[in-house]
């Protein structure tokens, strides 16, 4: 997929708001405050159309309550880029490209940088850490070798490294 086939398929803020709706609640809706799976629509116009409200404790919440999105003023879309854009740059995008790129300032860029990262740190994921055979691209671990006078160490692939 590239960013051109990512804005058809999230072309307004409303697809975005269900695929986001999708994958925090994949069993139903459910209230961030007090887990009640009973919630209404709250009928308003204006910048946040897609509101609830739980039957039990009577608080308003969306898609984005109690999450690294929460009170965002950026539309989904721009957040959909952003994650797009990290998830897909194999050595990592600097702020000041992906602010170009989804048309933010860069300080802008970097906080959602962070706040994407964040969300993806494992240690704060329910998610099941990864089983079995797991395969990743050649890299070495370890760090340069202790520096010994007088001896000249093979470089790159023919190294023992392991």
């Known amino acids: 997929m590239n960013i051109d086939q990512l ?26 405050h007090c887990s009640c799976n009973v919630s209404y629509r709250v009928q308003i116009k204006g910048p946040h159309p897609d509101r609830y409200e739980c039957k039990r404790c009577k608080r308003q919440f ?15 879309h721009k957040w959909l880029q952003a ?11 600097s702020s000041v490209v992906m602010a170009r790129l989804i048309g933010v300032t860069q300080p802008t860029a970097w906080r959602m940088g962070h706040a994407i990262r964040k969300m993806m740190d494992p240690a704060r994921s329910d998610a099941p850490m990864l ?17 010994i006078p007088d001896v000249i ?10």
Request: glycine share 8%.
């Open 62 to 76: 969306t898609v984005t309550t109690k999450t690294a999105l929460h009170s965002t003023k950026l539309p989904l």
């Open 131 to 147: 089983q079995g055979v797991v395969e990743l691209d050649e890299t070495y671990v370890g760090g340069d070798p202790q520096p």
């Open 7 to 32: 804005n058809k398929q999230f072309p307004n803020e409303h697809v975005c708001r269900i695929f986001f709706e999708a994958a925090r609640w994949p069993s139903g809706r459910m209230c961030p």
């Open 153 to 162: 160490r093979k470089r790159g692939k023919g190294t023992s490294k392991q």
């Open 83 to 93: 994650m797009y854009l990290i998830a897909s740059s194999s050595k990592g995008i």
